[in-house]
Antibody, heavy 114, light 112 residues
Framework: EVQLVESGGGLVQPGGSLRLSCGAS????????MSWLRQAPGKGLEWAAH????????YYVDSVRGRFTISRDNAKNSLNLQMDSLRAEDTAVYYC???????WGQGTLVIVSS | DVVMTQSPLSLPVTLGQPASISCRSSQSLVYSDGNTYLNWFQQRPGQSPRRLMYEVSNRDSGVPDRFSGSGSGTDFTLRISRVEAEDVGVYYCMQHTHWPHTFGQGTKVEIK
């Protein structure tokens, strides 16, 4: 069974940093495209960042490019999202997602507020 | 960015009746490999999204056969043949032909 478990969310001040992690199990992690998606409270879905199986191709939506960094550790079956220079508009539930949306984690809430 | 436009945004339905959601893209979703990367997701209240359909018309495992997808190019449809109570939630179309991958605004399905 595919399992994706996010952690690392919480309350952070504007301009601050946070690192999200996702532990993966039940599938060939090192062969899978992995992504971080987010959903602001009461809003729709946004694809934030995307990384290929080897970790050497990374894509970001314009609103996070230059502030967020996606990375993966295939030896540890983990996906990360380093979020810097956080803004109020980054407040959202962040989901770890496999293969174009095939499987989702339960999400971790990030609140950016003073 | 490719804009995905869903209609309607709210869909009250009667149990046992059919329902249909439209999704239109601002550009063709046909990729260079000939495939069309258009997916449909369901998000029940308080839950993570769940993929229902991939590449327009392929149902994910465990998805009831009352769900079907169709369309091509820029015009797509998700149909529910007979709505059940468990179908309540928000439905999103999403394209991953072009980066950034983009979602429609969501269609809220509720029971009349």
């Amino acid at each position: 069974e595919v399992q994706l478990v996010e952690s690392g969310g919480g309350l952070v001040q504007p301009g601050g940093s946070l690192r999200l992690s996702c532990g993966a199990s039940g599938f060939a992690f090192s062969s899978s495209w992995m992504s971080w998606l987010r959903q602001a409270p009461g809003k729709g879905l946004e694809w934030a960042a995307h990384v290929n199986p080897d970790g050497n191709e990374k894509y970001y939506v314009d609103s996070v490019r230059g502030r967020f960094t996606i990375s993966r550790d295939n030896a540890k079956n983990s996906l990360n999202l380093q979020m810097d220079s956080l803004r109020a508009e980054d407040t959202a539930v962040y989901y770890c997602v496999k293969d174009g949306g095939r499987s989702w984690g339960q999400g971790t809430l990030v609140i950016v507020s003073s | 960015d490719v804009v995905m436009t869903q209609s309607p945004l709210s869909l009250p339905v009667t149990l046992g009746q059919p329902a249909s959601i439209s999704c239109r893209s601002s550009q063709s979703l046909v990729y260079s490999d000939g495939n069309t990367y258009l997916n449909w997701f369901q998000q029940r209240p308080g839950q993570s999204p769940r993929r229902l359909m991939y590449e327009v018309s392929n149902r994910d495992s465990g998805v009831p056969d009352r769900f079907s997808g169709s369309g091509s190019g820029t015009d797509f449809t998700l149909r529910i043949s007979r709505v059940e109570a468990e179908d309540v939630g928000v439905y999103y179309c999403m394209q991953h032909t072009h980066w950034p991958h983009t979602f429609g605004q969501g269609t809220k399905v509720e029971i009349k």
